[in-house]
């Protein structure tokens, strides 16, 4: 079993920046090797990709909104996976989860939710104008 829990949302200024933590207990060893991402939600809308990593950080996905902008990182030794949010705007605002999947090697498939079986219960990043 996985337990994803996310850390560091908050409010934060338009333009301003945040650092995203999804820390991870259980089967360590197995999280390890799996690919993770991040995902997030506004209200009334529908979940969606943000970035994604492989289990050894040598592939990396994001989403179009947010390219240039965030960069997703994993230290296997801590468990953990971040999300480095630069140039926050508005529309970042969202409930973000951390989401880690039981296979590696998922390449071009970790935008799509249903390769993720474990979840965090999300945290909420505020933009303001």
């Known amino acids: 079993q996985v337990q994803l829990v996310e850390s560091g949302g908050g409010l934060v200024q338009d333009g301003g920046s945040l650092r995203l933590s999804c820390a991870a207990s259980g089967r360590t060893w197995t999280l390890s090797r799996n690919d993770m991402g991040w995902f997030r939600q506004a209200p009334g809308k529908d979940r969606e990709f943000v970035a994604g990593i492989s289990w050894s950080g040598d592939m990396t996905l994001y989403a179009d909104p947010v390219k240039g902008r965030f960069t997703i990182s994993r230290d296997n030794a801590k468990n953990t996976m971040y999300l480095q949010m630069n140039s926050l705007k508005p529309e970042d605002t969202a409930a973000y989860y951390c989401?880690?999947?039981?296979?590696?090697?998922?390449?071009?498939?970790?935008?799509?939710?249903?390769?993720?079986?474990?979840w965090g219960r999300g945290t909420q990043v505020t933009v303001s104008s």
């Open positions: 989401a880690a999947s039981s296979q590696y090697r998922i390449g071009q498939r970790m935008s799509q939710q249903h390769v993720y079986d474990f």
